[in-house]
Structure formats: C-alpha cells, structure tokens
C-alpha cells in the first residue's frame, strides 16, 4: 500500500496526528525527490486535516498550494484532489454559487480523465449545493441517480453517503407540504432515521465522514432532535441503526 492509499486510510477513520504526521513527512522526501504527485496528496491530506477541525483558511491555503504544484507539473490528473477541495471550502463557507461552479468544473475535469468514481462522488457534492440553493427538486434527481450508480456498481465505500444524502433531502423536505412519505412519519422522523442508518453505515466501513458531509450530517441531525425532541429522535435513530441502507433507500 502506498501513501496516498494509506494516508486517506486513515484521514477516513479520523486518526487526524497520524495523517499530519506522515503528510509532513512525505511533503519532505517528494521535494527532495522531485515527486510532485506525493507532494499534491501530501498537501491535500493536510488540507483536508485543517477543514475538518474547522481552519478553512487553513485548508484554502493548503488547496491553493497543491493545485499549484498540480498546473507546474504539467499533469492534469494532479488537479484532481486540489480543485476538489477548493470547491468543498467553499461549499463548507456556505459560498455556494462558487462552490457549484467549482464542482461542475470539477465533473468536467474528472469525466475528461475517466475517474468514474469521482464524477459521482462530485455530483452528489453538486447535489447538496442544489439542496441548500432550495432548488430540492434538482437535488433529489441528483441524488436518486447517485444512489442507482452507487448500488448498482457496487461502491460500498460510497454507501454510507448515499444514506446521508436522503437524511438532508428528507430534513429539508420537512418545510413542504408536499413531501409524499407515509402519512404515519413525518419529515423529520424519517430523517432522523436515515441519520441511524447513515451513522451504522460508517460504522460498519469503519470510517468517518469528510468534513463537509460531517457538517451537513450534523445539521440534520440538530433540526431532527430539535423537531422530535429527544425521546422520538432516539426511537427512529435507533431503528434506522438495524436497517440496512438498501432497504431504507430503495
């Protein structure tokens, strides 16, 4: 395994000393060796360290820094990680016009490369752009056709986002009449399901979400216990901790 898989190992199961640690390490030995793509990871991982505990300016820097490397290199697959966490500071700083146009160019880039994988995950990012512009109707095709790709290319580390995904679509739905869920639970009570079955789905990867879909996890999980209050939260939390995510999604 080489860095940049063992560096986003453990960015993803929140060990945040142990990534800065081997980022600075690797930011040494990739100058000294001339390495540009080890220095760009290196700088990204750290970036990504600096948003988690909430320094955006911090982690801009940082992204700004690793999509310079990536345009003096010359190699456009470099730009990759930077462009995306460019996007992603300004989607956390509720900058969200930049922030959409930065994922679209970021959609644009990765489908020139053929990253797939990419292309989704920076669609369901685009997604949550749409939601919190209010256009929800965007947003839930964005995310409908993110949860058909996810399951039916068998993405499982991309899973527990998907799940995420119809939490704030449903905690968002919770301001319109017109929401068509069963007329025994309510907005809010299937949110705060799909946060249980979002949080046991991290659980299980052993994993931790990115900081920007920590943040919005966050807030969906505020708006349901504050809706709810905390003995009916608990009781849909804890159903949705027992079910699996293809059959509270599909």
Not at 77 to 100: K, N, Q, T, Y
Not at 115 to 135: I, P
Not at 172 to 178: C, D, F, G, P, R
Request: proline share 4%; charged share 25%; glycine share 8%.
């Amino acid at each position: 395994m080489g860095f940049s898989d063992e560096v986003r190992s453990a960015f993803r199961r929140g060990e945040n000393e142990v990534v800065v640690r081997m980022s600075e390490a690797e930011i040494a030995r990739a100058r000294a060796a001339g390495d540009p793509a080890g220095e760009v990871e290196a700088l990204y991982s750290l970036a990504r360290v600096a948003i988690r505990g909430g320094d955006l300016p911090t982690g801009e820097k940082l992204a700004g820094q690793a999509l310079e490397v990536a345009l003096d290199s010359g190699d456009r697959a470099l730009e990759e990680r930077p462009r995306h966490m460019l996007a992603a500071v300004a989607r956390i700083s509720g900058d969200l016009l930049r922030a959409r146009d930065l994922y679209r160019e970021s959609i644009a880039l990765n489908e020139a490369l053929g990253n797939a994988l990419t292309v989704n995950s920076e669609y369901h990012n685009l997604a949550f752009c749409e939601l919190k512009l209010g256009n929800i109707g965007a947003a839930r095709n964005l995310f409908t056709a993110g949860r058909d790709r996810v399951f039916h290319e068998g993405w499982t580390d991309f899973v527990p986002y998907v799940c995420l995904a119809y939490a704030a679509l449903a905690s968002a739905e919770a301001s319109l009449s017109t929401a068509s869920l069963p007329a025994v639970e309510t907005d809010q009570e299937r949110a705060a399901f799909l946060v249980g079955v979002t949080d046991a789905a991290f659980a299980a990867l052993g994993q931790v979400p990115d900081p920007d879909d920590a943040a919005d996890l966050a807030l969906v999980r505020a708006a349901a216990l504050e809706a709810l209050g905390p003995t009916r939260f608990d009781e849909q939390h804890a159903r949705g901790l027992t079910t699996a995510p293809r059959d509270a999604l599909t």
